[in-house]
């Protein structure tokens, strides 16, 4: 079991920097969190994902470079630090957690927090 919650999404400007965090419960040691988001009328895409017991992470293709996804132990957060950001980034952005190692696509995330909006102006 787990328990997800998002925080951090707001309106910037391109290229700017915000930050989101994941606060997980459960057994944090045996999971991949991953960071996905979705745009109104597309469907739900990968961003990262970072398996917590080694560190391994894993990037899109679209923000690699720009985000980095990091783990932290002393409060059971992950967060997604986005720099300079994009119109294109805005979406709605979800944490998601599942037992095992790291993947890609949404069908392998049992867990899902409530999502947290990010508006990126130009």
């Known amino acids: 079991q787990a328990q997800l919650v998002e925080s951090g999404g707001g309106l910037v400007q391109a290229g700017d920097s915000l930050r989101l965090s994941c606060a997980v419960s459960g057994r944090t040691s045996t999971f991949t969190v991953g960071w996905f988001r979705q745009a109104q009328g597309d469907e739900r895409e990968f961003v990262a994902a970072i398996q917590w017991s080694i560190g391994s992470t894993a990037y899109a293709p679209s923000i690699e470079g720009r985000f980095i996804i990091s783990r932290h132990g002393n409060n059971n957060t992950v967060a997604l630090q986005m720099n300079n950001l994009k119109p294109e980034d805005t979406a709605v952005y979800y944490c998601?957690?599942?037992?095992?190692?790291?993947?890609?696509?949404?069908?392998?995330?049992?867990?899902w927090g409530q999502g947290t909006r990010v508006t990126v102006s130009s």
């Open positions: 998601a957690a599942r037992q095992g190692s790291l993947q890609r696509a949404t069908k392998y995330f049992r867990y």
